[in-house]
């Protein structure tokens, strides 16, 4: 089964860091993006960027570029997403996606962002 | 950006129901497709990939889901709704990389 699973809930205090993680199984990593999808409380979805294990190559939504690090462990099949100093508007929802696109003979197929992690709540208060 | 109509609708069981995304920018790629996808979120869940490619449904997903639309201006449409069918529904743009999701559409049932 394909899955990606997410690390706990976390609940911190402003200007600490965090780094929460997302493993997947059941498919080849390396040879699909991982993204990042945030949830802020009551409001809607948000790309924060992904990456692809093979190469590394991490993309960024213009909102987020500067204010959190995208990263893998493509050996331990994990990505990765972190704050260095952390604020209250980063209290959300923290979902770990799955963009399938097949490449076959140079030629692209895409279907979707087709695999969801359950989420990870961050917390931000003091 | 996308923008999605209406915000919400409220629908009984039975009956159709219609969603519009509209991109600011043309989805239509050189290879003739158009990258957008339609997610739905239930109460309490992660979203769920409902179409991707404006048209063509994901695996498990039941027939009476349809996409359409080209270029700037997509439809989704349920032809009988279902209890289940209850959540939010977001299209995607997914032309470049990241994507661009709409504000959403939350879908009630009387």
């Known amino acids: 089964e394909v899955q990606l699973v997410q690390s706990g809930a976390e609940l911190k205090k402003p200007g600490e860091s965090l780094k929460i993680s997302c493993t997947g199984s059941g498919y080849s990593f390396t040879n699909y993006w991982i993204g990042w999808v945030r949830q802020m409380p009551g409001k809607g979805l948000e790309w924060m960027g992904l990456?692809?294990?093979?190469?590394?190559?991490?993309r960024y939504g213009p909102s987020f570029r500067g204010q959190v690090t995208i990263s893998v462990d493509k050996a331990n099949n994990i990505a990765y997403l972190q704050w260095s100093s952390l604020q209250a508007s980063d209290t959300a929802v923290y979902y770990c996606?799955?963009?399938?696109?097949?490449?076959?003979?140079?030629?692209?197929?895409?279907?979707?962002?087709?695999?969801w992690g359950r989420g990870t709540t961050v917390t931000v208060s003091s | 950006v996308t923008t999605q109509s209406p915000l919400s609708l409220t629908v009984a069981p039975g009956e159709p129901a219609s969603i519009s995304c509209r991109s600011s920018q043309s989805l239509l790629h050189r290879d003739g497709k158009n990258y957008l996808d339609w997610y739905l979120q239930r109460p309490g869940q992660s979203p769920q990939l409902l179409m991707y490619l404006s048209s063509t449904r994901a695996s498990g997903v039941p027939d009476r889901f349809s996409g359409s639309g080209s270029g700037t201006d997509f439809t989704l449409k349920i032809s009988r709704v279902e209890a289940e069918d209850a959540g939010v529904y977001y299209c995607?743009?997914?032309?470049?990389?990241?994507?661009?999701f709409g504000h959403g559409t939350k879908v009630e049932i009387k």
């Open positions: 996606v799955r963009r399938n696109v097949v490449a076959v003979a140079n030629v692209y197929y895409y279907y979707g962002i087709d695999v």
């Open positions: 990456i692809y294990p093979g190469d590394s190559d991490t």
């Open positions: 995607m743009a997914a032309l470049q990389t990241p994507g661009t």
